[in-house]
């Protein structure tokens, strides 16, 4: 077993089914917090914080680096306007 596997068992199913969804949500026909609600039966605000663990996690880089770095960027970005007082997709 190589490090990079071992470090893949650290994620479970879900957050692994978590980080897929993030990657392929987009193309499925239902509303994504209808999708959230049915695939992991929980709110959005509570996926919300799971997936912010998730992604913080380091295995999830090895999960599927493009889609964790992304989350990552949007995430700073929110931050970034939350503390600035713009909105998330303005340029200052």
């Known amino acids: 077993m190589t490090a ?3 470090m893949l068992d650290h994620l479970n199913e879900r957050e692994l089914a978590i980080i897929e969804f993030e990657a392929t949500w987009f193309t499925l026909d239902e ?3 209808e999708a959230i609600r049915a695939r ?3 709110s959005v605000e509570e996926y919300n914080l799971e997936l912010n663990r998730v992604i913080d996690h380091p295995a999830a880089l090895l999960a599927d680096p493009l889609v964790v770095r992304r989350l990552r960027r949007h995430r700073e970005r929110r ?3 939350l503390i ?3 909105a998330a ?3 200052a």
Do not use: L, S
């Open 89 to 91: 997709g303005e340029q």
């Open 31 to 33: 509303d994504r917090h």
């Open 40 to 42: 992991f039966a929980c």
């Open 79 to 81: 931050r970034r306007a």
């Open 84 to 86: 600035d007082g713009t």
């Open 4 to 6: 990079d596997t071992e």
